[in-house]
């Protein structure tokens, strides 16, 4: 059995990608599996071959790809390429992240059982792991207890309803059939955010089983993060993340045919997107004047719908303003 796995890889530090590949090595793999490691170098200003490895196992290999810099749904559509045709499952690693011991390992277990693509919990910062914080298991579960984790199976209808309204795998533990999905590719015109939530929405569209584990088996890093980095509000990414997705909204209801319900779903989440766009534009224009003017032209051209929501979000600013101050004193 090939594993492959696909490694996007833009840092300015050296260490973080030895850190991830070494995570991949530690893997409680059977002798059996032949597991390929595939590092895209997406334009690096820190080049990937500048990285010093570790003794890669006998049965796992490594090698780079290079590119110019297109963004990381252009560098996980390289390895995608990349991947070798007899590849029997693909999973992805964000070049900053690390794999628990066992990921791979319970992976395999339900892929083998049938499920066509499987994702797990993970550490995002010391003393916070995803899924306890996800509306879905919350919804679900209620509290989790991480001491007695569990493993859900989804069909395909539950597990692109459920990704629609929020992003529920993160790209780092996903690992999918690639002989069932291998034609799936990342959208490239969002490089801040939304490109993942899209490709798992086009995995789960095309599934019949979908398992994931409430077991914590990975920790995401802190180097080079589009998404972090543009988190604050006065990034200078901040209005690109927030247009990106806009634009994803936008892409999804042209991608997929959607009921009513999911529409619904789909303008409401875009509503409370296009409110905080609103109050980043107005709080920025003098700072970030030409962000500002990129973003808008982006929604102009490629999701001109955006403008009958600018009205709205105009009238709940002050709301929204309320509610910001009431999260910042907490």
Sequence with gaps: MKITVVIPYFQRQLGLLRRAVDSITAQACLPEWCVDIIVVDDGSPSPAKAETFSSIPDNM?????????????????????????????????????EWGPSHLKSAVEQLNAGAD???????????????????FMKKTYGSLDLEKPLVGILDGKAGFDAILHECLPHTSQVVYNFQRHS????????????????????LA????????????????????SIY???LAWDSENGLSRVADEILMRTTIRHHFSLTRAQVKILKNDAQLV??????LALRNARKQPRQLKDALLRLTRQGPSFWTMVPV????????????????RQ
């Design 274 to 279: 296009c409110d905080h766009f609103v109050f």
């Design 205 to 224: 569209s095309r599934s019949t089983r979908i398992a994931y584990s409430t077991e914590i088996h990975g920790r995401r890093g802190v180097g080079v």
């Design 313 to 328: 979000s105009l009238l709940r600013l002050p709301a929204y303003v309320r509610k910001l101050r009431a999260e910042f």
């Design 183 to 202: 034609s799936v590719r990342f959208e490239t015109q969002m490089r801040r955010a939304g490109e993942d939530q899209i490709f798992w929405l086009t």
């Design 228 to 230: 972090r980095e543009s």
């Design 117 to 135: 693509f499987y994702f797990d919990n993970n550490i995002i910062d010391e003393g916070y792991d995803a899924f306890s914080h996800s509306a």
């Design 61 to 97: 290999s490594i090698r780079i790809v290079e590119q110019q810099n297109g963004g990381v749904g252009s560098a996980r559509n390289a390895g995608i390429v990349a991947a070798a045709p007899d590849t029997t499952y693909l999973a992805f690693l964000d070049s900053d992240d």
